[in-house]
Nanobody, 122 residues
């Protein structure tokens, strides 16, 4: 059964950093582009970053640009989150798509993780 698993979430103070990881089982990560999404309480889920299967192309939402960095190796995809703000508090999801383009539209993503909680609070 194909599935994605996020890890690395937790609680951090404003200005702190976290690194999320996304691992796959039942599917070969190398073949898929990956997107990161988040959903804050009472808000719709939003796409915040993506990376193509080769890692050659990345993209970021304006809300995280300059603070978050997506990367990948042969086994996992990572989201390095720096300068975290309280408004970054959300459940973070990774998702995989067979699309070759780096897009942050939920509808093109075929596989989703269960999410990991990130809380930024003093």
């Amino acid at each position: 059964q194909e599935q994605l698993v996020e890890s690395g979430g937790g609680s951090v103070q404003p200005g702190g950093s976290l690194r999320l990881s996304c691992a796959a089982s039942g599917l070969t990560m190398d073949y898929y582009g990956v997107g990161w999404f988040r959903q804050a309480p009472g808000k719709p889920r939003e796409g915040i970053s993506c990376i193509t299967s080769t890692g050659a192309t990345t993209n970021y939402a304006d809300s995280v640009k300059g603070r978050f960095t997506v990367s990948r190796d042969s086994a996992k995809v990572y989201l390095q989150m720096n300068s975290l703000k309280p408004e970054d508090t959300a459940v973070y999801y990774c998702a995989a798509t067979s699309w070759t383009m780096c897009v942050m539209y939920e509808t093109v993503y075929e596989y989703w993780g269960q999410g990991t909680q990130v809380t930024v609070s003093s």
